[in-house]
T-cell receptor
């Protein structure tokens, strides 16, 4: 099956920028997503990017997509303690019938 | 908009009983809903795809007789864990696909199931 991989843990100081990386193998990915999950809660969609885009910016969030290398990143500017959570990248391919393929999740811990 | 609710948010049951979990799209219609299972500190594992008015499609390794899915309307899908056992204890999350918004999936808050 297709794989989505992420680093498992990131520690960042409050006020710094966080960068979470993700790689995927499915060359037919059409949409790529970043979700945030806080403890005991469901998933919150943070942002998404179409596969024909290189970058998308939304307030403190910047998504970069390198389709050639199948690399996706999420940059959070001015990281706050409320950004502490698990972040999942996910992709949908054209032939997946809408099924999301998730990475393992990156736990982000923001320290004062 | 695009809110998905789940009920109950947590449930404790005895081994051998059945538990029903509801997933509702509150302000949009969802022809497709998905059921996931999540173990502690792990990613979401897709269990099945629920399509309104038809049988659910189960992922490999998921017992369809144990995890019964019914998508009775465009806003409601239910997952029934039959004859639950302690190994069924997990966090169950549903999502609903809104075809009107780039096939975006909206997730419910999850249901914590504990089987004693």
């Amino acid at each position: 099956g297709e794989d989505v991989e992420q680093s498992l843990f990131l520690s960042v100081r409050e006020g710094d920028s966080s960068v979470i990386n993700c790689t995927y193998t499915d060359s037919s990915s059409t949409y790529l997503y970043w979700y945030k999950q806080e403890p005991g809660a469901g998933l919150q969609l943070l942002t998404y990017i179409f596969s024909n885009m290189d970058m998308k910016q939304d307030q403190r969030l910047t998504v970069l997509l390198n389709k050639k290398d199948k690399h996706l990143s999420l940059r959070i500017a001015d990281t706050q303690t409320g950004d502490s959570a698990i972040y999942f990248c996910a992709e949908i391919s054209a032939d997946s019938w809408g099924k999301l393929q998730f990475g393992a999740g990156t736990q982000v811990v923001v320290t004062p | 908009g695009a809110v998905v609710s789940q009920h109950p948010s947590w449930v404790i049951c005895k081994s051998g009983t059945s538990v029903k979990i509801e997933c509702r799209s509150l302000d949009f219609q969802a022809t497709t809903m998905f059921w996931y299972r999540q173990f502690p500190k792990q990613s979401l594992m897709l269990m099945a795809t629920s399509n309104e008015g038809s049988k659910a499609t189960y992922e490999q390794g998921v017992e369809k007789d144990k995890f019964l899915i019914n998508h009775a309307s465009l806003t409601l899908s239910t997952l029934t864990v039959t004859s639950a056992h302690p190994e069924d204890s997990s966090f169950y999350i549903c999502s609903a696909r809104w075809t009107g918004r780039y096939n975006e999936q909206f997730f419910g808050p999850g249901t914590r199931l504990t089987v004693l």
